[in-house]
Every structure is written in C-alpha cells, then in structure tokens.
C-alpha cells in the first residue's frame, strides 16, 4: 500500500527537550516537505529536501533540523531553540506537480 | 513573496446547495492545487490546475491565471464536503516552494 507515514500521531515535548517526527514514504517521489500548521492557519514550509543528502530552508526553518540520509525517510527534529513548537506538523512529497501529504504530528509542549 | 488570499473565509450550506470559492494570487505561477482538509488533519489533493478547467464529479475548477484567480466549485454539497480547502500556488521563480492560502471553512449542514 503506497503512501507517506508519519509517526507518531500525538507528541508531547518538555521544555527545553528535542524530539524528533518521522516521515516516511514508498512513493519513490525525490521531492520531500515538512510544513507546520497552526490553528486557523495555512501551512508555512520549514524545509524541503529534493534529493537525497541536500535540503533546503523554508520561511520558518529556525529551530527545526533535518536529514535525508535515505529516500525514502526525511526526519523532522524540533529542537530547544523553537520557543513556540506546539503545532500541526504535515510531511509531504511532490511528484509531477502534486503534493502528497501524509495524515500529521500534533506536537505540544507541557 | 507571492501572496496568496482565499475567500471566503467562513461557509456555511444546507447540503445539496452549491458554491464557489476563491483563491486570488499576486504573480504569474507554474503551479496551482486545491487541497480539502478534513476535520482529522488529512489534506487531500483535488486539482493541479495552473491553468483551465477541470471536473472531478461534483467538484470542478478553474484557473485564469492571466487575471491571477481560481475557482472551486461544489455542487450539489453534502456533510463529507465539511472541512477545509486551501489553495496553494508556486511562482514562476520558486525553487518547488508551494505557498499556501489561509483557506476556506466550509460547512455542510443536514
């Protein structure tokens, strides 16, 4: 079954703490995204990865790292530095023009 | 940036009524996608139409990307139509950056 998961579904971080979301995909698409929703709000991109071992910033990159190490996986790590992380995390892929979209991480800061 | 406006914001319809929705765009795009969000976070793609018209069953869209708009329309709404549609354009010169509207609320009422 193809698709793009994202685990886990609900995470909650500490203050101060760094926790990573997991995006993974058997789409075979080059194109990996990771956007951030906040209540009400469109989605804002904090990063992408074209290819493997290259990424790019989006408009709100501060306080978030990535990898692409492999294809088919493009983790999200949201660190101490970002002061308000509590959001809606979407992982995505683009192919041909269309972006794909994986089900989300609700992330909250206790 | 490209600026992207959705309207309107809020929607609400009997269901079995139709309507139209908005999205405006500040420059010329290579890409344009409606997206519906349903009320778990799940954003489904609907239509890559940066330009003409398209018909997907009840739903269909156009793009005048000369004026800089497209349309989404519903026919003949029902519940499972609730959620909410975002727009999302990449300009000419973005680098596979898709910028997204604030979007559109809709609800379908029984």
């Known amino acids: 079954d193809g698709g793009i998961t994202q685990s886990p579904k609900y995470l909650f971080r500490k203050e101060g703490q760094n926790v990573t979301l997991s995006c993974e995909q058997n789409?075979?698409?080059?194109?990996m995204y990771w956007y951030r929703q906040d209540p009400g709000q469109g989605l804002r991109l904090i990063y992408y990865?074209?290819?493997?071992?290259?990424?790019q910033k989006g408009d709100i990159a501060e306080g978030y790292s990535v990898s692409r190490e492999k294809k088919e996986s493009f983790p999200l790590t949201v660190t101490s530095a970002q002061k308000n992380p509590t959001a809606f995390y979407l992982c995505a892929t683009l192919q041909d023009g269309t972006q794909y979209f994986g089900p989300g991480t609700r992330l909250l800061v206790l | 940036g490209i600026q992207v406006e959705q309207s309107p914001p809020d929607l609400i319809l009997q269901e079995g009524a139709n309507s139209t929705l908005r999205c405006n765009f500040s420059?010329?795009?290579?890409?344009l996608q409606w997206f519906h969000q349903n009320p778990w976070g799940q954003l489904i793609n609907l239509f890559y139409?940066?330009?003409g018209t398209k018909q997907n069953g009840r739903l269909s869209a156009t793009t005048v990307a000369t004026e800089r708009y497209s349309l989404l329309y519903i026919s003949s709404s029902q519940t499972t139509d609730s959620g909410v549609y975002f727009c999302a354009v990449r300009s000419l010169g973005s680098a596979r950056q898709l910028t997204f509207g604030s979007g559109t609320q809709l609800t379908v009422l029984p």
């Open positions: 420059d010329s795009v290579n890409n």
């Open positions: 990865s074209q290819i493997v071992n290259d990424f």
């Open positions: 139409i940066p330009s």
């Open positions: 789409l075979n698409h080059d194109a």
